[in-house]
């Protein structure tokens, strides 16, 4: 039977994708992190259907990454601010912005400048780096099963190794 | 009337929700870097209904993400493999599982381990960080409008503002 959920696989990346992985909570997530905070904000900004964006708002609350506030003196309002683990979401977020800008180019240069505030110093591309500074690509990285298990990565594993002895 | 695209849509988290934002292409892009190529494997591993997978892997495919490649000496098969664009997502995975892995904690320890292959040394959480070092939280960072002009960042800033001047 089809997986409609994914909440239950032990595997970071279907976990991430269970409670991330909606076109609709990116730009949810994306205006939270410049601020906004409001049902009708949202609504009115994403041009997005009321029901559609209720679900997105309570399932991102559900998984803990926006949390909901009533706002002082003003009756049943409600304020959806980014959790730590919401914040946290930052790099993803920049590596986006800076994914995108490769990518799929604009004429004139990038889309977005992301700065250090106290220097202005830019921000270099997000990368997987090593502490000495080795910078880590898909090719170059050794991955591998670490001490929390993971069943799902040892199923891919096995597939892909099967795969390659029928194809040698 | 509500958005279904956001291919139009001239901002560069929008553009990568439309070509990424999607739970199977995220399981599909796991296992892509997992070294799995061929359609039946991805239908196998995740248990997709075969018309989900397709839809995914076209639009994967059109957006550049991955190419389909005949497999030498074998009549139909194709393989699915990352393009340079596809494999440019690999900082996007690694911080995804790091994530997952603090905030959706495994009794035990991490489900992953990434590692640079040649000496072992291993990966660093992925962060925003400037060339001198800093770590660039939301909270310490200057995010402006590029060069390339940013459209939907202004209608966001002016949302965002004309709500805080409401609210003081």
Redesign the interface.
Known sequence: ???SS?AEI?????????Q????W???II??A??????FD?FA??????SN?LTKRLTELVEA?IFEKTP?QNDGRAVDYR?TA?G??????????????????K???????????????????P???????G?V???????????????PM?R???T??DK??LK?T
């Open positions: 039977m089809p997986r994914f032990d595997c970071p990346i279907a976990l991430a994708a269970e991330l992985a909606d076109k909570k990116f730009v994306r205006n992190f410049n601020g906004m905070t409001r904000d009115a900004q994403l041009g997005v259907a559609v803990g706002v980014l683990k914040h946290d979401l930052f790099p993803m977020l920049i590596f986006l912005v800076q994914w995108s800008d490769r990518w799929m604009k004429k004139g240069g990038p889309r977005l400048n992301v700065a250090y505030g106290e220097t202005g110093e830019p921000v270099e997000v990368q997987v780096k090593t502490a000495s080795v880590v690509t898909a090719k170059l990285a050794k991955v591998s099963e670490g001490r929390g298990r993971n990565y199923e891919i594993k597939l892909v795969r390659r194809c």
